[in-house]
């Protein structure tokens, strides 16, 4: 397995993951107005829009306190293996 020992490189993928991040949020925000979303999701109230944009960065809230305690108590990879299964299943 090839390791990455740059500094650079690692604050690279971990800025490329936060601009990610960003761009889900406001891909969100930009769909969530969109007609074809409203009427298959029957969701017409601004309360109700908000709750689901807002559980998005409460999802992530979360879940970075539970890797934390997930990577301490199995290792690393099996926290990520653990979030993979919860990405594919939320998607």
Do not use: E, K
């Amino acid at each position: 397995m090839y390791q990455i020992y740059s500094v650079y490189a690692i604050c690279t993928f971990a800025a490329m993951g936060g601009g990610l991040f960003g761009f889900d949020i406001s891909s969100m925000s930009g769909v969530i107005a969109t007609p074809a979303y409203t009427n298959y999701f029957h969701v017409h109230g601004g309360y109700r829009q908000g709750a689901i944009t807002g559980a998005m960065a409460g999802g992530s809230f979360f879940g970075t306190l539970a890797s934390g305690f997930i990577a301490d108590r199995m290792s690393r990879r099996t926290a990520i293996q653990i979030s993979a299964i919860v990405w594919i299943l939320g998607s």
